[in-house]
């Protein structure tokens, strides 16, 4: 999510910005690009306030190069409630000192940046071994996929002490919300899913209404969701259910498109590729044919997000080279498990499964265990 889209959401961001030597007037060009940024999302004036500068207001801070040369400076906004409707950029130094005392996490292109512990202080909290020092930007990096265990981890120990970079996913919210009423089975997926914390694996026979799911999953939690599929075939008919369930244009990446909104679809591919740069803007994931996912290069949509919610969809969650069993550890542990006979002659119509073995000549079987892989 960039600047703009955060203003109109939250009223709020926060940057933290290195400074090296020769950085000021790169930055001073940041400041300006930001005093019309303000100005054009809330047509009202707005002014910079520098508590470290005794009490002065000036329009743009000054730079020193030997004062900023090595520091670090917290640049934060909010909107300020007032009859003259006055927006406050509030902008302050901090030490090295000051830096190294304060435990921080930020999300960093499907990565996790931790700043301000030791080793030894990092060894002895929870979670500890997922992490990698990393030299180019002197911080402890993981993945993404360890968001939710890691703040917890960070807050229990810290307190106070701790503070989360990381951004939090926009609110839902839904024009209408036209949804049929659950089947019992659908329900109790549904209810499964949630006394599991929101994250998990529902299994069920093609047919039995595995959207229908998902869409109530939505409307639960009510939160940024990003919905993947395996083609653009289907992306485009998640993007027709969700217009038709809650009256909501969602955005698509993918097909040549780019446009995230709080509620997307995309597919595995276009996933993966752009998962760096909006992982941490969704609180709810949703893997509709969770079987591709384990992929090589397909698992990265799931583990560059911080979502904290997801669940996957399939019928047959089983993979010939044994990915699947990533699938706890991608989404989490399968939370519901409908059996074929459950839905025979019920849900779904009587059939018969009829297996037609087909022979591949040696150059066929090759291209489709490339292709499959």
Not at 312 to 340: E, N
Request: hydrophobic share 40%; proline share 5%; with cysteine.
């Amino acid at each position: 999510m960039n600047l703009q889209q955060n203003l109109q959401q939250f009223g709020a961001f926060r940057l933290l910005l290195r400074y090296c030597r020769d950085s000021a007037t790169i930055i001073s060009h940041l400041l300006t690009i930001i005093n019309g940024l303000l100005t054009n999302t809330y047509k009202t004036p707005w002014r910079t306030e520098n508590p470290c500068v005794g009490g002065s207001i000036p329009p743009l801070p000054t730079f020193d190069k030997s004062w900023v040369f090595n520091q670090l400076w917290v640049v934060s906004f909010h909107s300020q409630c007032s009859e003259k409707s006055c927006l406050v950029l509030r902008y302050y130094p901090m030490s090295k000192t000051d830096l190294q005392n304060q435990v921080s996490l930020s999300f960093d292109r499907g990565t996790l940046l931790l700043t301000g512990l030791t080793r030894k202080e990092l060894s002895d909290t929870s979670g500890s071994c997922v992490w990698r020092w990393d030299t180019r930007v002197g911080a402890w990096r993981c993945d993404a996929i360890y968001y939710t265990s890691i703040f917890r981890a960070l807050v229990e120990r810290f307190g106070a002490d701790f503070s989360d970079e990381v951004m939090k996913p926009a609110a839902a919210s839904w024009p209408k919300v036209e949804l049929p009423k659950l089947r019992p089975e659908q329900t109790e997926a549904l209810a499964a899913w949630s006394q599991a914390g929101c994250c998990g694996q529902i299994i069920m026979p093609t047919g039995t209404g595995k959207t229908e799911v998902a869409l109530a999953a939505m409307a639960r939690t009510k939160t940024a969701t990003l919905v993947v599929a395996p083609v653009r075939d289907l992306m485009y008919q998640w993007h027709r259910r969700i217009l038709r369930a809650f009256d909501y244009d969602s955005g698509i990446v993918g097909d040549g498109l780019s446009n995230i909104k709080p509620i997307t679809v995309t597919t595995y591919d276009s996933a993966y590729i752009h998962m760096a740069k909006m992982g941490a803007g969704f609180g709810l994931l949703i893997f509709d044919e969770e079987h591709h996912l384990p992929g090589k290069c397909r698992r990265e949509a799931a583990i560059l997000s911080t979502a904290k919610m997801r669940l996957g969809l399939t019928a047959t969650p089983q993979r010939s080279d044994g990915l699947h069993k990533d699938l706890d550890w991608l989404i989490g542990p399968v939370v519901y498990d409908m059996p074929f006979k459950k839905a025979k002659g019920s849900t779904l119509a009587d059939f018969d499964v009829v297996r037609i073995p087909v022979a591949l000549k040696t150059r066929e079987q090759a291209a489709y265990d490339r292709c499959r892989r």
